[in-house]
């Protein structure tokens, strides 16, 4: 089976500054995608970003985007220009292209946004 | 469009007991899943249903199944429970249909399981 590795439990960041999480991997498919979802406190997970691992050019969403190195199997977060609603709990996830619609979660990174 | 719906939100229950949860995928979704979170284990799959059919299965016991309905709403029923069952169980739908689908999944706010 897959795994996904986070190896940050907590992160902190100084509002409008930036952030990375770390994502690894493991897998032998060369084909699937990768997610990075968002849960508040208290509040349910949402999809903040998503890559196709055969595309080589990085996903970007406004403040959000990725660093997706397939060779090294990482898969990171940056979050520029930090705001108090980024604060969460970010997990990163992986679907196989092949197998179904299963995927596969880290432990998930707390992100707290400092003022 | 609604989003992906879940009851009830909260349940207390003691061991040996049987639960039912419901959820209720976004209109025109068909894939639903299944996830149990802790803070121990993080987020770990359960089942996937579609088209009233279980398609993929996590590793959990017998105790665990589920069902899906002809308007894509799912069930998941755990029986005699246990202390460890206590968790955050999630729903997550898609419109997903084929293996090559870029399509991702939908959370519902989830249903909070206490074992006593």
């Known amino acids: 089976a897959q795994t996904v590795t986070q190896s940050q439990p907590e992160m902190s960041v100084q509002e409008a500054e930036t952030v990375t999480l770390s994502c690894t991997y493991d897998t032998s498919e060369s084909d699937y995608y990768l997610f990075w979802y968002k849960q508040p406190p208290s509040r349910q997970m949402i999809l903040v970003i998503r890559q196709e691992a055969y595309k080589q050019q990085n996903a970007t969403e406004n403040r959000f985007s990725v660093n997706f190195q397939k060779a090294a199997k990482s898969f990171s977060l940056k979050i520029s220009d930090s705001q108090l609603g980024d604060a969460a709990m970010y997990f990163c996830?992986?679907?196989?292209?092949?197998?179904?619609?299963?995927?596969?979660f880290g432990t998930g990174t707390s992100l707290t946004v400092i003022p | 469009k609604a989003g992906v719906t879940q009851t009830p939100r909260y349940l207390i229950k003691t061991r040996g007991q049987q639960v039912t949860l419901s959820c209720s995928p976004i209109s025109g979704h068909r894939s639903v899943s299944w996830y149990q979170q802790t803070p121990g284990q993080g987020l770990q799959f359960l089942f996937e249903?579609?088209?009233?059919?279980?398609?993929n299965k996590g590793n959990f016991p017998g105790r665990f199944s589920g069902r899906q309905f002809s308007n894509s709403r799912s069930e998941m029923n755990v029986s005699t429970l246990e202390l460890g069952d206590s968790a955050l169980y999630l729903c997550a739908s898609s419109f997903y249909q084929r293996v090559l689908s870029q399509e991702t999944q939908y959370f519902g706010p989830g249903t909070r399981l206490l074992v006593l």
């Open positions: 996830a992986y679907r196989s292209a092949a197998t179904g619609n299963q995927f596969y």
């Open positions: 249903y579609f088209s009233e059919t279980q398609r």
